[in-house]
């Protein structure tokens, strides 16, 4: 998706999708691109809805174009507390639990530089430079919004065991 600073502006809505399998979750890593205000983070794949598109068909289109993996509406096991960005309190996030039987057949879509499956159990809880909250998978820091999606989807994940 080409996102300019003015059309974040302008959008209100947009989903993320956890794809989930056997206490493992895909991550990426956004490419890096001087329009982008979340250039080169790690994040969960998703992005802005279309005009007259529904948070459920966003991620669905979103996860495809930047993973590579089909899902139906019936693919959605759950929808989490929709958040909002702490510096873009306009935007409302959906964030939509995809159970897959495997995380196999994944690849970067041309907006992501990387797809990472990661073990749930295997975060590093810590903090970032700035002193934000953040987890740390291998190398990889996650903090800001998705770090917030995903200790709403930790709880949620405990809740099922």
């Not at 998706?1 to 399998?21: C, F, K, N, Q, W």
């Not at 879509?109 to 810590?126: A, I, K, T, Y």
């Amino acid at each position: 998706m080409d996102t300019t600073p003015e059309d974040i502006l302008h959008r209100s809505d947009a989903a993320v999708g956890i794809i989930y399998s056997k206490g493992e979750i895909l991550l990426i890593k956004r490419m890096e691109r001087e329009d982008d205000p979340w250039t080169g983070q790690i994040a969960l794949p998703g992005g802005f809805s279309k005009p007259g598109e529904l948070p459920q068909e966003t991620v669905i289109r979103e996860v495809m174009e930047e993973v590579n993996m089909g899902f139906s509406k019936e693919s959605i096991y759950a929808e989490l507390e929709p958040k909002s960005p702490n510096r873009a309190s306009w935007i409302k996030v959906h964030p939509f639990v995809l159970k897959s039987e495997s995380l196999k057949g994944y690849s970067a879509g041309p907006e992501v530089s990387e797809v990472r499956p990661v073990r749930l159990d295997s975060r590093v809880p810590s903090r970032t430079e700035s002193g934000y909250e953040s987890f740390i998978f291998q190398d990889w820091i996650v903090w800001g919004l998705t770090y917030r999606i995903l200790v709403d989807f930790i709880a949620f994940e405990n809740n099922l065991k």
